[in-house]
């Protein structure tokens, strides 16, 4: 194990994936009084045929964590996971991405998804969370913990306050804190996010999260969305909103970038892509906007093909496929 520190620490779930595609579920739409839902349907009793199956590993932390690394920086993830051979699974596809695991070994199995049809480049996912929701402060490796930053996704149970934990670790020891919460974080943790902010140099997420966070319709205009949140404490903010760009705010300027038009396969893990593509640019003293292409590069990668990391370009692909990205704009926040 390295023993003169890192340049970025992910902390994060670890999931087995599993891709499933019938071509036999059936979109329907129910209209409540003042919403409507879209439902991926299957017919009851029936015995449905698995056209493609395909296995991989992901979940927030391990996706960003190769990431990372894939991107030349020096990289440890730190997570829960089971003793099971998925467990030792993921382990072992980290060392060979030059991941030092400084997590723990906790009860349980470990995280396991199962990803079904994919309906115009959407997708239902069954997730049993497990081992990765026990980690337990107590049991991370101090010594281990010198880094420039520190990257944290979805954190669930016990693992939360791990978390939390970790980032005033963080804020006390000069390390940096970048936060990519989830959507069931901002809904039922609303209150509990708020010493999470307070810490948090670096923080994004999407639309939704953003509005739900702030308690404000979706459609608010997006600097009104940057500037609230930034006020709850992160320095910078970033939002984005899939297929119609993405925005950051440092509180003096507000800049966009608009995707190009890709072929999508499948969407699991652009988010953790594109985030953590957009941290290595500020680890590595890039501009924002720089940061900004460097993030869709990465994620453009991701969603042309299956799987979270499969496609997770490295430092000399990202720098050419960034020349083809569009041009940042800017304007005043």
Same mark, same amino acid.
């Given at each position: 194990m390295r023993n003169k520190g890192y340049d970025v620490i992910s902390v994060g779930s670890a999931t087995i994936d599993v891709f499933v595609n019938t071509h036999s %579920?059936?979109? #329907?739409? #129910?209209?409540?009084?003042?919403t409507e839902e879209i439902l991926t349907c299957y017919p009851?009793? !029936?015995?449905?045929?698995?056209?493609?199956?395909? &296995?991989?590993?992901?979940?927030?932390?391990?996706?960003?964590?190769?990431?990372?690394?894939?991107l030349g920086l020096k990289t440890a993830y730190v997570g829960g996971l089971g003793n %099971?051979?998925?467990?030792?699974?993921? *382990?072992s596809e980290l060392k060979e991405e030059n991941i030092d695991f400084i997590g723990t070994i906790t009860k349980g199995q470990t995280n396991y998804s199962v990803i079904l049809d994919s309906i115009k480049h959407d997708r239902t996912i069954l997730a049993y969370k497990d081992a990765s929701s026990n980690l337990d402060f107590r049991d991370i490796p101090k010594k281990s913990l010198k880094s420039r930053c &520190?990257? &944290?996704?979805?954190?669930? +149970?016990? !693992? &939360?306050? /791990? /978390?939390?934990?970790?980032?005033? @670790?963080?804020?006390?020891?000069?390390?940096? #804190?970048a936060f990519n919460p989830s959507s069931y974080e901002v809904e039922s943790e609303r209150e509990r996010l708020k010493p999470c902010l307070g810490c948090t140099d670096i923080l994004i997420f999407n639309r939704e999260e953003a509005a739900l966070l702030l308690?404000?319709?979706?459609?608010?205009? *997006?600097? %009104?969305?940057? /500037?609230?949140v930034r006020k709850l404490g992160p320095?910078?903010? #970033?939002?984005?909103?899939g297929p119609k760009?993405?925005?950051? !705010? %440092?509180?003096?300027?507000?800049? @966009? *970038?608009?995707?190009?038009?890709?072929?999508?396969?499948?969407?699991?893990?652009?988010?953790?892509?594109f985030a953590s593509g957009f941290v290595t640019g500020i680890i590595k003293r890039m501009d924002i906007g720089s940061a900004m292409r460097l993030g869709l590069a990465q994620a453009e !990668?991701?969603?042309?093909?299956? +799987?979270?990391?499969?496609?997770l370009l490295t430092w000399k692909e990202a720098m050419k496929e960034m020349r083809k990205c569009p041009k940042v704009s800017k304007k005043k926040a």
């Open positions: %579920d059936e979109i #329907v739409r #129910v209209r409540h009084h003042k009851l009793g !029936s015995k449905i045929l698995i056209k493609n199956l395909q &296995f991989t590993t992901g979940g927030g932390g391990t996706n960003t964590a190769v990431s990372f690394s894939r %099971d051979p998925n467990g030792k699974k993921i *382990i &520190f990257y &944290f996704s979805s954190m669930m +149970g016990r !693992s &939360f306050m /791990a /978390a939390l934990m970790l980032m005033r @670790y963080a804020k006390n020891n000069g390390i940096k #804190v308690q404000k319709p979706q459609n608010n205009k *997006i600097e %009104d969305l940057l /500037a609230g320095k910078l903010v #970033v939002i984005t909103d760009g993405a925005w950051c !705010s %440092d509180g003096i300027h507000v800049y @966009y *970038i608009k995707p190009r038009k890709v072929k999508v396969v499948e969407t699991t893990g652009a988010g953790d892509a !990668s991701v969603i042309q093909h299956y +799987g979270a990391k499969n496609k």
